[in-house]
T-cell receptor
Framework: GENVEQHPSTLSVQEGDSAVIKCTYS??????FPWYKQELGKGPQLIIDIRSNVGEKKDQRIAVTLNKTAKHFSLHITETQPEDSAVYFCAATPRTGRRALTFGSGTRLQVQP | GAVVSQHPSRVICKSGTSVKIECRSLDFQATTMFWYRQFPKQSLMLMAT?????????EQGVEKDKFLINHASLTLSTLTVTSAHPEDSSFYIC???????????????????FGPGTRLTVT
């Protein structure tokens, strides 16, 4: 089955700085890679995703890059704001079957004002 | 769009009783819904895949007789925790993937949208 590793587990940045979170996956059949933001006591919120046929996707201050050969993908947040503070999860899902998500272990991002 | 609701948001029950949690897709149809469990400061662990009109698929180590799943319609899945014990206390979260009928048959999106979660405390 799929295994997703995520680093770092915690990340503290100053407001306005950039934050980068990295994930690796094991199953070469995976082709969809979403990122979720989870605030305390709430369900995960989809913030950006990428499919294996593209290498990069950007949405305002958030971008995701994918390296299929190396089987890793990254989340980039620029000009961080205190409201970006949350736990971020990466995930991977295969092209076929149930297409269930396999989650990384999460990154707790703290943006210091 | 793509809103998923869960009810209740929080429940406290006594050991040995059963608790039902509802998951609804409010503005889309979902042939497939997923149930996750999340312990404090941990990641989401998939418990089971709920399929409309058929039996759920459980992950290894999840007792199907303890965690009953019913997916009665394209917008509703329920998870019943039977004979709950304190170790079942957790945050239960559902997700749904939108489904539609294309010209060549059914299809579903990649995106999964999550509900707000249900905090279960068993005393």
């Amino acid at each position: 089955g799929e295994n997703v590793e995520q680093h770092p587990s915690t990340l503290s940045v100053q407001e306005g700085d950039s934050a980068v979170i990295k994930c690796t996956y094991s199953d070469s059949a995976s082709n969809y890679f979403p990122w979720y933001k989870q605030e305390l006591g709430k369900g995960p919120q989809l913030i950006i995703d990428i499919r294996s046929n593209v290498g990069e996707k950007k949405d305002q201050r958030i971008a995701v890059t994918l390296n299929k050969t190396a089987k890793h993908f990254s989340l980039h947040i620029t000009e961080t704001q205190p409201e970006d503070s949350a736990v971020y999860f990466c995930a991977a899902t295969p092209r076929t079957g149930r297409r269930a998500l396999t989650f990384g272990s999460g990154t707790r991002l703290q943006v210091q004002p | 769009g793509a809103v998923v609701s869960q009810h209740p948001s929080r429940v406290i029950c006594k050991s040995g009783t059963s608790v039902k949690i509802e998951c609804r897709s409010l503005d889309f149809q979902a042939t497939t819904m997923f149930w996750y469990r999340q312990f404090p400061k941990q990641s989401l662990m998939l418990m089971a895949t709920s399929n409309e009109g058929s039996k759920a698929t459980y992950e290894q180590g999840v007792e199907k007789d303890k965690f009953l799943i019913n997916h009665a319609s394209l917008t509703l899945s329920t998870l019943t925790v039977t004979s709950a014990h304190p170790e079942d206390s957790s945050f239960y979260i559902c997700s749904a993937r939108s489904t539609w009928q294309g010209p060549s048959g059914g299809s579903s999106s990649y995106e999964q949208y999550f509900g707000p979660g249900t905090r279960l405390t068993v005393t």
